[in-house]
């Protein structure tokens, strides 16, 4: 009965040990869930955002450089800029993962 007495305290220390990792799993887990939703909005927004930027960019400088096709160049260079959105979302991605 003395035995029981010392192995009780310790049996329930344990007990709480292990509940408090396996309620740190869990926290991790919905962590690690959260933070890849996050890292795919940042990449998929992003995306999206060029796209709807580079439309009526990309329009506009078809017909730009149809009547002067000296600002070939220029006309590049606005058409490319959107891109850097997706840049920002590939950092954000891979600083997220």
Do not use: H
């Amino acid at each position: 009965m003395k035995n029981l007495f010392k192995v009780l305290p310790i049996l329930l220390l344990a007990s709480v040990a292990f509940a408090q990792d396996a309620a740190a799993s869990a926290t991790d887990a919905t962590a690690v869930g959260l933070r890849a939703i996050g890292a795919g909005l940042a990449l998929g927004l992003g995306a999206v955002g060029t796209g709807l930027a580079q439309g009526p960019i990309g329009a506009a400088a078809a017909g730009v450089v149809a009547e002067r096709p000296e600002k070939f160049g220029q006309m590049l260079i606005w058409f490319v800029l959107p891109e850097t959105l997706v840049i920002f979302g590939f950092v954000g991605f891979f600083l997220l993962r």
